[in-house]
């Protein structure tokens, strides 16, 4: 499997990645981490989502990259219009100050469309060689996954989970890994990719996401291996950080919050001093002795 990938990868300069609509941080920090390692090889990379980051991932390296598909920038641009038989004369262009202006000369009949039925599609080569990252169904790319460009190219589908449809020319499909960035930094390695501090990093605010800071019950042992891995990159637990700073701040009570404690404390006493139980006010009858 992983020599049948090498090959293709071997055989395709031109890569695209792709993530499902509204990602979490785990699969766009696994799908940008590829993005990387594919850069630093030489390959030429689209990483594509079909919609727009959420603020959860903006930390991520390379989020700035993200686009809404694979047309190529710089590729072919297409105009569309409705066309009917002999409303159309001939078509010209002119270059004016800078500005190409395309010239459709009405025939006989006049032109049946106007503006907004105009269509423009930007095109380019696609990529012969998609991943596709932690996206369970084809639909869930929306139009990021066009089956008329992309009928040529081959698949290959990495994701952990139980729902994925399986489909793809090779769908790694890990069902026992608890994200699927542990299973892209497995994948990186296996591939003989090289792993810089910024995919360590991804990688491991992935795995902290997805295990919810190695507290879900359902943590695989992959994520605490590759964790390991991805410090020694040079990858910091920043999530656990901040929690240890909220533990520290619980049990340290600041100055003036304990004075205001014992303040309360204080006046519950003087409370409890000025207002005697009810039964002291009761009549009470008390008996003497006359024995000698």
Do not use: H
Request: glycine share 10%; hydrophobic share 35%.
């Amino acid at each position: 499997m992983i020599e049948k990938i090498k090959e293709l990868m071997a055989g395709n300069d031109n890569i695209g990645i792709a993530v499902g609509k509204n990602p979490g941080v785990d699969e766009m920090a696994g799908a940008l981490s590829l993005y990387l390692a594919l850069l630093e090889k030489g390959k030429s990379v689209t990483v594509a989502c079909p919609t727009d980051p959420i603020v959860g991932v903006s930390s991520l390296v390379g989020i700035d990259k993200v686009k809404k598909s694979f047309g190529a920038d710089g590729g072919d641009l297409t105009v569309s219009f409705p066309y009917k038989e002999g409303e159309i004369e001939k078509i010209s262009y002119t270059l004016e100050e800078g500005k190409l202006n395309i010239l459709v000369k009405a025939g006989t009949d006049g032109l049946s469309f106007n503006e907004k039925d105009i269509e423009y599609k930007r095109g380019g080569k696609a990529p012969g060689l998609i991943f596709v990252v932690g996206t369970p169904r084809v639909s869930d790319l929306g139009t990021v996954f066009d089956p008329t460009l992309l009928k040529d190219s081959k698949v290959i589908n990495i994701d952990y989970k139980p729902d994925n449809q399986g489909f793809g020319d090779i769908p790694l499909i890990g069902k026992n890994a608890s994200s699927v960035s542990e299973l892209i930094a497995s994948f990186i390695s296996s591939i003989g990719l090289k792993m810089d501090v910024d995919i360590a990093q991804n990688l491991m605010s992935g795995i902290i996401n997805a295990t919810n800071n190695f507290q879900n019950p359902q943590t695989s042992p992959l994520s605490f291996e590759i964790a390991g891995v991805l410090m020694k990159k040079g990858a910091v637990r920043e999530i656990a950080s901040r929690k240890q700073n909220v533990i520290e701040d619980s049990f340290f009570t600041p100055a003036s919050n304990a004075a205001s404690a014992k303040v309360q404390v204080k006046k519950e006493e003087k409370k409890g001093e000025d207002n005697p139980p009810d039964d002291w006010l009761s009549p009470k009858i008390y008996k003497g002795s006359t024995n000698i």
